[in-house]
């Protein structure tokens, strides 16, 4: 693994997150300064940065967790200080305590270390006395308060427009497939052809499920957001393109697979196989012609069903590209 790898992230996060980060840990930290007098508000900086996430429903998340992990972590500091007095040893003690005290109560892993992070930070630099710990308590509502503020006032984040282009990705190389398997069927193929069009045409999984997480985190970053009105209904129009599409991924897979493996040098020749190259080739326009938005009123879609009526030659392949077909094409019409 390389080291750059562990440090860096793939995509570098938006310069508004990083404001809105500094803007509600700055915030917190005088706000908790005006209202409570005493050490540096350490906890009200710590929740406010932890609590500005890409979505309002993360940081509504994330504040709860904050919020609860110091509560709990602070009481438990405060009743073994006063119980134990100060010294190292009740620092450790306190953090093992904190630990099993989350374990007992089925705490998240985000929530159990930050009870055991809140009971060693109020032992290690603070005091145990009760006044300190309700004013740590009160500073880190402040910190989460705050974050999840400047997080809804500061442009609240809509991830639509990403899963909207995973699913146009997903069309375009969709279409892509079907021209590629009807030249396919067409021609006469090597092994290595063969082997490269199933390779290929099995990329398309795991870009369905990349655009199945955009969409995810679309409807994520729509919750609790004053914006989520007005782009609900665009969501729910890319939620259905891809309800549509997934299925005809798993079938064009299929037919790929079926032909790669009944393969003969004579398949080219099928009648049968030539006509479902051109079904195939429409099915390709049809996607293409979904994705449009204004389509001219002669570009009407293409697809139709087709029907052997001799046995063909090569009557397994044929028949497994038939049926599939079928459910290609019952899809496409479904949506027309």
Do not use: C
């Amino acid at each position: 693994m390389r080291m750059s790898s562990i440090l860096r992230a793939p995509h570098r996060a938006p310069l508004l997150q990083v404001v809105k980060s500094g803007v509600a840990t700055l915030g917190s930290w005088l706000l908790a300064e005006l209202v409570l007098q005493g050490p540096p508000p350490v906890f009200a900086a710590i929740a406010a940065l932890l609590v500005v996430q890409p979505s309002l429903n993360q940081s509504f998340a994330k504040a709860i967790e904050r919020s609860v992990g110091v509560i709990v972590g602070v009481v438990v500091a405060a009743l073994l200080g006063l119980l134990l007095g100060e010294g190292t040893w009740v620092i450790m003690a306190a953090i093992v305590a904190a630990l099993l005290l989350a374990w007992l109560l089925r705490m998240t892993a985000g929530t159990a270390n930050q009870v055991a992070i809140s009971a060693m930070l109020v032992l290690a630099l603070g005091t145990s006395a009760s006044g300190y710990a309700v004013d740590r308590i009160l500073e880190t509502l402040m910190g989460a308060a705050v974050g999840f503020i400047v997080n809804v006032a500061l442009v609240p984040p809509v991830a639509v427009a990403p899963a909207r282009e995973a699913v146009q990705r997903l069309a375009d190389e969709l279409a892509a497939s079907l021209d590629r398997l009807a030249d396919a069927l067409e021609r006469p193929q090597s092994p290595a052809a063969l082997q490269e069009l199933i390779l290929t045409v099995r990329l398309m999984r795991p870009m369905r499920d990349a655009a199945d997480a955009a969409i995810d985190a679309a409807a994520e970053s729509l919750t609790l957001n004053p914006r989520g009105s007005r782009h609900r209904s665009d969501l729910d129009v890319v939620r259905v393109e891809l309800e549509r599409l997934g299925p005809i991924v798993t079938q064009v897979i299929g037919m790929t697979r079926a032909y790669t493996d009944h393969y003969e040098s004579t398949v080219p020749d099928d009648p049968a196989v030539r006509a479902i190259a051109e079904q195939l080739r429409r099915a390709a326009h049809d996607i293409r012609l979904a994705r449009r938005e204004h389509a001219d009123s002669v570009d009407a879609a293409l697809t139709s069903q087709l029907v052997v009526a001799a046995p063909p030659q090569h009557w397994v392949l044929v028949g497994s590209l038939l049926e599939d077909l079928r459910r290609i094409h019952d899809a496409l019409a479904d949506a027309a």
